[in-house]
T-cell receptor
Framework: EPEVTQTPSHQVTQMGQEVILRCVPI?????FYWYRQILGQKVEFLVS????????KSEIFDDQFSVERPDGSNFTLKIRSTKLEDSAMYFC?????????????FGPGTRLTVL | RKEVEQDPGPFNVPEGATVAFNCTYS??????FFWYRQDCRKEPKLLMS???SGNEDGRFTAQLNRASQYISLLIRDSKLSDSATYLC????????????FGTGTRLQVFP
């Protein structure tokens, strides 16, 4: 069964450093997303991406964040200068189409720890 | 008022029990509704979509009441493997691919 993959599974970084989280969405999917979940809290939408551009972003997704699809398979989330409060699990998701009841498939997540 | 509100639980039930979870959402213009399941430190996985007419998938039944802005999930004949956190999820009224999650209801099924 096709699945979304994410690397690394755990990233530890120092405050102020840049990190890049990587995702490989399911191959025939066209819509891509990043969500985050701070430990003990709810899953929160960060950004959606389609046709090589951001379609929507949340207020969390400020100028420190960026997304890119550098080639036909990878989808990345970059945090330019990490803060302690960026520590969270980051989930990538993808879906085949945009529809009222489209299923978003989530990757296993990258746990980001900012020290 | 929270966008999606759930009782955090935990619900501790014996195997074979029937358990029901409820969820309310604040924006009446929301268009699509889901239950996701999340195991500890894992990704959310779609359990079922919730349609206006209600729907059933094996031991799981979901209902939607648009007038009350209320969604429910019923699990019959609970199994140990049902132990997880159940997330009520609603799509944004302005963008159906932006999912809004509740904090989840934790279920623990014991032998």
């Amino acid at each position: 069964e096709p699945e979304v993959t994410q690397t690394p599974s755990h990233q530890v970084t120092q405050m102020g450093q840049e990190v890049i989280l990587r995702c490989v969405p399911i191959s025939n999917h066209l819509y891509f997303y990043w969500y985050r979940q701070i430990l003990g809290q709810k899953v929160e939408f960060l950004v959606s991406f389609y046709n090589n551009e951001i379609s929507e972003k949340s207020e969390i997704f400020d100028d420190q964040f960026s997304v890119e699809r550098p080639d036909g398979s990878n989808f990345t989330l970059k945090i330019r200068s990490t803060k302690l409060e960026d520590s969270a699990m980051y989930f990538c998701a993808s879906s085949e189409r945009l529809a009222l009841y489209n299923e978003q498939f989530f990757g296993p997540g990258t746990r980001l720890t900012v020290l | 008022r929270k966008e999606v509100e759930q009782d955090p639980g935990p619900f501790n039930v014996p195997e074979g029990a029937t358990v029901a979870f409820n969820c309310t959402y604040s924006n009446s213009a929301s268009q699509s509704f889901f239950w996701y399941r999340q195991d500890c430190r894992k990704e959310p996985k779609l359990l079922m979509s919730v349609y206006s007419s209600g729907n059933e998938d094996g031991r799981f039944t979901a209902q939607l009441n648009r007038a009350s802005q209320y969604i429910s999930l019923l699990i019959r004949d609970s199994k140990l493997s049902d132990s997880a956190t159940y997330l009520c999820v609603v799509s944004s009224p302005t963008n159906t691919d932006k999912l809004i999650f509740g904090t989840g209801t934790r279920l623990q099924v014991f032998p």
